[in-house]
């Protein structure tokens, strides 16, 4: 039996993520981007201050990802041995109750996500959230892919409290969405950014 090449995603327990979070409580130093983004979430800012700091933590899980699956000689054939990648956009999202993220994809070559506060746990939600469907999904991170037959296949992340401190990276072009929860008035903060080839 063999079995057709695809791509998965990364998920990585991170410990020390305190640049980050002392960048956050400073609301009054970040730059709204809620209007430039896709989702219907009220409360999304650029980092600045954290960049460094994120990509120092998140690039070697990018390697790891790009060995494990030799993603770049296989999606960049144009790829040299000087050619260097970097993180150059991130930020956090304040997500509340009944918002959420559409389908969508981002620019670059790979992106993370961090959840940093999740407020919820999967039996919250399976009570609170309309509907009595066994598969409940609420609050969960789905990404979207073909499978070898042309359907569109899901893959879901049932997030809750045990994925704080967690991250997942991807390829930038898989799409992926953000549904709502629904059990708390507490807010869900996630980070997020892309990793790029970088220009001269």
């Known amino acids: 039996m063999r079995q057709f ?10 410990d020390d993520l305190s640049p980050v979070q002392k960048e956050i409580e400073s609301l009054s130093s970040l730059r709204s981007i809620s209007d430039i983004v896709d989702g219907h979430v009220t409360s999304t800012y650029a980092l600045k201050e954290s960049l460094s700091f994120l990509e ?9 990802y790009n060995t494990k699956t030799n993603y770049l000689a296989r999606n960049y ?3 040299t041995d000087d050619q260097e990648v970097v993180m150059n956009d991130a930020w956090v999202s ?10 969508h994809t981002h620019p670059g070559l790979a992106s993370f996500v961090i959840w940093l506060s999740i407020p919820y746990s999967r039996v919250e939600e399976k009570v ?14 789905t990404m979207y892919y073909s ?3 042309g359907n569109v296949e899901t893959e879901d ?7 704080n401190n967690k991250m997942i990276l991807f390829p930038s072009k898989i799409k992926h969405s953000v549904q709502p929860f629904y059990s708390t ?3 869900r903060v996630s980070v997020a950014g892309n990793f790029y080839f970088k220009t001269p």
């Open 157 to 163: 992340i049932l997030l809750d409290e045990s994925f």
């Open 94 to 103: 304040f997500q509340h109750k009944h918002e959420f993220n559409p389908a």
């Open 128 to 141: 609170m959230s309309p509907g009595s469907s066994p598969r409940n999904k609420s609050g969960s991170f």
């Open 5 to 14: 090449p695809n791509y998965g995603y990364l998920l990585v327990d991170l």
């Open 56 to 64: 120092s933590i998140t690039l070697p899980h990018f390697w790891d």
């Open 185 to 187: 008035d507490s807010v």
């Open 147 to 149: 499978s070898i037959l």
């Open 77 to 79: 054939r144009c790829l």
